[in-house]
Nanobody, 125 residues
Framework: QVQVVESGGGLVQAGGSLRLSCTAS????????IGWFRQAPGKERQGVSC????????YYADSVKGRFTISRDNAKKTLYLQMNSLKPEDTAMYYC??????????????????WGQGTQVTVSS
């Protein structure tokens, strides 16, 4: 059984930083892409960043380029999202998701079958 777990959310002032973590069990990492999505109240789920565990370039939404960095620790099988220069509009529930069918550059939530429960990020102005 696949289980995805996020952590690291919280409340931070605008301009601050947070680092989210994501671990997954029950899947072969090399066969998957792991990504971050976010959803604010009343809005659609939005892709933030994604990377293939086996390697290759990371992909970022335009709204976070230059501020967010996705990385992975192979030994710990953990994915990170370093979020710097946070803005109030970054406030959302952040989800980690896994897909074996991710097309690079395409953020389609329906192609990600495995999801975590989410971690709340709140940025105050």
């Amino acid at each position: 059984q696949v289980q995805v777990v996020e952590s690291g959310g919280g409340l931070v002032q605008a301009g601050g930083s947070l680092r989210l973590s994501c671990t997954a069990s029950g899947l072969t990492f090399d066969h998957y892409a792991i990504g971050w999505f976010r959803q604010a109240p009343g809005k659609e789920r939005q892709g933030v960043s994604c990377i293939k565990w086996s390697g290759g370039s990371a992909y970022y939404a335009d709204s976070v380029k230059g501020r967010f960095t996705i990385s992975r620790d192979n030994a710990k099988k953990t994915l990170y999202l370093q979020m710097n220069s946070l803005k109030p509009e970054d406030t959302a529930m952040y989800y980690c998701a896994a897909s074996s069918a991710w097309r690079v550059g395409i953020f389609d939530p329906t192609s990600f079958p495995y999801w975590g429960q989410g971690t709340q990020v709140t940025v105050s102005s």
